[in-house]
């Protein structure tokens, strides 16, 4: 999808012209996060240097400019440097080269993924959490698939926020903006030479954007930028930081994304087959549709109410649309005259009353005391919707019947497509190693496949076990330098900064809590009796615990969570075996979900979609003690991890309660006696029986290759 002319190759060529020649296939790589998860891409830049790749947060284009003089000139004149750089291009190259897949989407017209946030790498810090997560990963394994796939977003300058804890354990966000010159995109140029600029009406105004262009392997992600000068300074502010409060501005994202990520298609020449809208932020991209084929058969249809309803019914053949949220509140609403203020550029050109635009949003479109719901807007603007897990999907029917009055919820046309994980991106490279030799030539095109993992139950506990220790001792010797220099930048004492460095262990079992810090989420479950939890990790067996999270900047309640955790501060045996990391993201998660050995979920159900941490966790062979939602629901078979209930209760006290005991339970009387329960020097037989049976169960189940098989089959045929 690169041509010679590519701006993405140009901005390669002017790197590789600042570096000694025999490393110009760098820039190359640094260009196409494809190195991200090709083996040997990331340890590449690292062995350049270092210190410097850590500080870059692992982003290449600014390592290649960054890196000392001494570490570029070794590399150039080491021989075996020059040849693993060769390695992975090479794969890099052959794979981009490969012709695309057949199948139902149309290499000439492809499907055009639409979401408002993706995580991709750390180093292009435009994702908040699962949602991005997710976003990141799909596009990955359509590029291993070779799926003919476009992406659309916004390039957020100053991403979402970074947090930081003080000393009470509060919450502090504070945004770094990224130089988009020194991350691996490039601007988009039209046959001038000069960025290709679109217009977008938004309110009053017509905005311009220019667009950027990252490469994720073969599928190119364009992303959105309003940081012009054409526009006034506070306009330029819409693409600055991602799920801002303000609601204005949220809208204006959203049309920024739906109308202008069409228009931006169009202005490359790209004629998507079908769009994904991937939650609803994006939805408006129905009326840009519509205009366009208004257009095409006649111009505006003022005068015919017909012409204007078939625009809208061939805008709907195209999209697709996956729902995330199983909560009435968690879907976004606007009052009516707010988005009718907002639609009204896009609504004159079409030839019709914003407010008519405003009543697809409603659930109940005559009612006009309803606000405008994305959700709504979305699910009438699609030919097919789809929840994102089993349960999900029979909750978003449920939720969402009314819109199609006279429908048994059942008939509901939402079905679902369970959530996966890219598996290059997630495994440890000890797993990985493991699988290659355990699963045979080629699993990687076999992962989706149940019979490929029958093979995990032929790993010997000892090779399971020596990957295991390899993973979690990595994921300590980390976790001890974070601890102490979080634990000093709080402006704890030294005493306290080191308690849990000095403790932590690489043979003591390792649990983990991290996602976001929403409330359904219940981080609190896990101090919910602090009497037993402190038994607990006090107890002879060692337990450490590692938990991560950000609570939304308006969300006073999280953060009152995350500071709750902290009250348990000044027990020997919580700074010992309990560390908060602070400034959870992407590279984090990939440390986490490879070394702990069990993966904690508490949501109250049926809250959680689907969730995909978990997942990750799973294919690194730890085991999940999760609530039976989202995905867990499906994936629990008896003996592949423990469940709590994910029955209702109207009474969330009395629910609580009873789910912090059982987890309390489960661990003293299960987790905690099977992982040490040895036979002399002897690897834990029956926790690694355990772990083979989720491994062999859930990682094909739960992998994105499934998930994208299924997509293809349920929704883009
Ligand atoms: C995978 C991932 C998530 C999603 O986690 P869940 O809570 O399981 O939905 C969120 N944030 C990051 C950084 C992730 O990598």
Redesign the pocket.
Known sequence: MSGPDDELTKAADALARRLPEPLSVLASIAYNYRWSWTPGGAELFSSIDQERWKLCKSNPVRLLREASAQGIERAASDDDFLRSAGEVWGTIEADLARPARSGPLDPKRPLAFFCAEY?VHQSLPIYS??LG?LAGDILKEASDMALPMVAMGLLYRQGYFRQRTDLSGWQHEYWVSTDPDRTPAALVRGDDGAPLLITVPIGDVELTAQIWKVAVGRVPLYLLDVDRPENDFASRWISARLYTGDPDYRLAQYALLGIGGIRALEAMGIDPGMIHLNEGHAAFASLELARVTQAANGGNGSSDHDGLEAAFDAARAKAIFTTHTPVPAGNDTYPADQVAHMLRGVAGALGVDPQSLVSRGRTHPEASEEPFGVTQFALRSSRAANGVSRRHGEVAREMWHQLWPGRPVAEVPITHVTNGVHLPTWVGRPMWELLDRALGEGWQDRVSDPATWAAVDQISDEDLWAVRRQQRADLVEWVRERSVSNRLSRGESRQYAIAAAETFSPDALTLGFA??VATYKRLHLLMYDVERTLRLLGGERRVQVLIAGKAHPRDDEGKRFIQALFSGKGDPRVNANVVFLDD???GM?ARLVQGCDVWL?VPRPPLEAS????M?NVVNGGLQLSVLDGWWDEAYDGNNGWALSGALDFDQGAQDARDAAELLRLLEEEVVPTFYEREGDAPPSAWLTRVRASMRGLAPQFSARRMLEEYEDKLYG
């Open positions: 995580a959490g699962g997560a996602r976001r959870y993201d992407l998660a979920n969730g995909t941490s978990g990750k």
